[in-house]
Nanobody, 120 residues
């Protein structure tokens, strides 16, 4: 019913930048929050940042380096990552909290993930 697709991952040297994009599509009636999580093998998935209603929160580990922006008309969210560190290496997942045309319930939809690797 709702598809979430990320793009833009890859390999970058420490200190470099990457921009991830995520688009939500399908039978969407409305979108609430959009954002990003990340996961390293063997560890729990952790919040990177989420934007909703004009407000954005970030994990302490990325504050000042990562910026989330959103295009509501396109149901798209971006993650600009600057000053990347090797510890930012992870699979990055996009999330969309959306209501479909079939139900009043708001559900969280996840993308497949995109790998970001930061070399030292």
């Amino acid at each position: 019913q709702v598809q979430v697709a990320e793009s833009g991952g890859g390999l970058v040297q420490a200190g470099g930048s990457l921009r991830l994009s995520c688009a939500a599509s399908g039978s969407i009636f409305s979108v609430n929050a959009m954002g990003w999580y990340r996961q390293v093998p063997g560890k729990q998935r952790e919040l990177v940042g989420v934007t909703s209603g004009g407000s954005t929160i970030y994990a302490d580990s990325v504050k000042g380096r990562f910026t989330i922006s959103r295009d509501n008309a396109k149901n798209t969210v971006y993650l600009q990552m600057n000053s990347l560190k090797p510890e930012d290496t992870a699979v990055y997942y996009c999330i969309t909290d959306a209501r479909t045309i079939y139900s009043s319930a708001i559900n969280r939809y996840w993308g497949q993930g995109t790998q970001v690797t930061v070399s030292s």
